[in-house]
Every structure is written in structure tokens, then in C-alpha cells.
């Protein structure tokens, strides 16, 4: 199995169903169009970038959405 | 009214409004229009991957709304800086509400922290509106480091106490520079009122209208509240006096003698 960190949580991956991107990771997790924007080990991610921004074992991944505030 | 001017873009309205604790996103919109508030605040938060579509912020027409991210949930400068990044990226907005409370129970901002990220952030090219205690020196250090306005609090957030801090957002008003946007606790359209009237340039209101019984009904009485404060300030409100002052003539009464 393969492991990513995604939002703080463990999730694994069988080797031939691990996202090339994370485009095909937000598929995989069922989440549409919520993340606005992302960190992959740290680095800023704009949406537009997703689907060309690869996804590799082991990486810390944080899906950011916006969201009702004050 | 007159105009509302932060960082070289004039507004019409000097009603800022959160979009937190809505009971739904048709209710917020509703509210939204209602307040005439052309600057609402939003979060940013980790998408819930196991209740995905949770999209609040889909009803928010941002052809009329200038968003404006928060930093909350921060508790030190730099987390304040990296939620300030990450929110330019996602909306490509280089506004940024600055809030730094590392103490969850009154939600205090934290004066040390603050100034550390707007200094940060005012370098890097970002448009800063700390959310600060009502501290008239350190309003004017951020002031003097470049921050758009300054946001001092009238009461801890969501409090609905009013403005517990006065005398303090008097000096502030005073002192300023910058446009002074009263910020939390103001619960009641007569609290923004009186922030108007010694001065304020703006307030910010969210859990009064969100949790109200009818949260359009109570945007529409803020709006109006804070511009009868606004142009109460603008007309030259007399002091109070200690003794009455007759409002009618002291002669001519139908008296012997």
C-alpha cells in the first residue's frame, strides 16, 4: 500500500489506485470543487494547478476550502 | 453618507459583515443584501473530506462583495502568515482580516503576534486589517508598520456585550490615521450606533445578524443604525452638561412679576 497525509489523517492506497495528481486525489476522496486551494509538504497550491501538480508516497497534503467566518 | 475609503478603494457602505453561523446560505444572502455591507469576512478551513459540499459560500455574488479572509483560528504569527497566503492564493485577494487569539475561551486577539504578522504581511504586498484589543498604542505601531486600518474590539467576539471598551476606542479614533473598524461584541444596532457617533470610520457585525430571530430584518437594522451614527458624528454632536439648558425661551412666561 501506498500512504499519503491528507488534512492531518493517514489514508493508504493500493499501488495501481494511488492519485498521479491532485486532481485524481480529490476524486478519489469525493471532494468536488470545495478545496479552493492546497499545501503539498508545505508548498502553496492554486486550483488551477491541480490537475498538473503530481502526487507522490508519503507526502503531507492539506485541502483548504473557504468557508463561513466572522 | 459619506464615503469609506481603506486602502485607496471607496465604499458606500461602513458596515462590514461576517458570514459565520448563518442557518443557511439563502438566509445569508438575504442578510447580506439586506446590510448594504459591500465587505464580507471569510475562513479558511481544512475541506471535511467526510462531509464534502458543505459550500457555505456559494450564494456570496462576488461581483458585488469584496471578500475579505480571515486569519482565524490562528495562534501565532506564523500561522497567521500562512493562512494570509494560502487565502491570497485561493481568491486572489490581497486583503486579509489579521487575527491572532491563541486563548480559546475569550478569543483575546494577541498584541505581540499581530504585530510580528503585519509586519510580515505589509511587506510582502498584502492590504492588513488587524483584529486588535482596543489599544491605542498599539494601533498606532501597526498603523506606523502599514496596516490598511486597525480593528479594535468593542467586547470579546460573538459577546454582544457592546463597547466595554469605550474610552480606550476614543483615544484610538483620535489618534488614527488609518480608518478605525470597530470589530466584536457589538450585539445590538444601538452598540454600532455609538461606535458611529465618537468617531469610528466602520464596524464589523456578524453573530447579532446571523443569530438573530430574522438575520435579514436585524442586517437592515444595523445598516440603518450605523448610518444615523455615521451621520450623527457628521452633524457635531454637543456635550453633555451637568445642569439643564433650556430648550425654550426664559421669557415672556404668563407669570405676575
Known sequence: MKSLKVNGVERQFAPDRMPGTLSALLEALGVGTDAVVAEVDGRIVRREEFPRTEVLEGQQIELIRLMGGG | ?257
Not at chain 2, 78 to 88: C, K, P, T, Y
Not at chain 2, 142 to 153: F, K, N
Not at chain 2, 222 to 241: Q, S
Open chain 2, 1 to 257: 453618507m459619506d464615503k469609506l475609503t481603506i486602502a485607496g478603494r471607496t465604499f458606500d457602505s461602513r458596515l462590514l459583515v461576517g458570514t459565520g453561523k448563518f442557518s443557511s446560505p439563502q438566509v445569508m444572502a438575504q442578510a447580506l443584501v439586506a446590510s448594504g455591507a459591500e465587505i464580507v469576512t471569510v475562513a479558511l478551513r481544512r475541506v471535511d473530506i467526510d462531509n464534502p459540499a458543505d459550500d457555505t459560500l456559494r450564494e456570496i455574488d462576488r461581483e458585488r462583495f469584496l471578500l475579505l479572509p480571515n486569519t482565524s483560528g490562528a495562534r501565532t504569527a506564523d500561522e497567521a502568515v500562512r493562512l494570509s497566503r494560502l487565502a491570497r492564493a485561493a481568491t486572489g485577494i490581497n486583503w486579509v482580516k489579521l487575527e491572532v487569539t491563541p486563548d480559546p475561551y475569550y478569543l483575546l486577539p494577541c498584541p505581540v503576534e499581530t504585530l510580528k504578522a503585519a509586519e510580515i504581511l505589509v511587506k510582502e504586498g498584502f492590504v492588513v486589517l488587524p483584529y486588535i484589543n482596543a489599544d491605542p498604542i498599539l494601533a498606532k505601531r501597526l498603523q506606523d508598520v502599514g496596516t490598511a486600518t486597525v480593528m479594535p474590539l468593542g467586547s470579546p467576539i460573538g459577546s454582544n456585550q457592546g463597547l466595554k471598551t469605550r474610552a480606550s476606542l476614543e483615544i484610538i479614533v483620535e489618534q488614527s490615521t488609518v480608518p478605525v473598524v470597530v470589530d466584536a461584541g457589538l450585539g445590538l444596532p444601538s452598540h454600532v450606533a455609538e461606535a458611529m457617533e465618537i468617531g469610528a470610520d466602520a464596524v464589523l457585525v456578524n453573530t447579532a445578524i446571523a443569530t438573530a430571530g430574522d438575520p435579514v430584518e436585524m442586517a437592515t437594522a444595523f445598516r440603518l443604525a450605523v448610518e444615523a451614527g455615521r451621520r450623527a458624528y457628521k452633524a457635531g454632536p454637543r456635550a453633555p452638561t451637568h445642569s439643564a439648558e433650556a430648550s425654550s425661551p426664559l421669557t415672556g412666561f404668563l407669570r405676575n412679576s
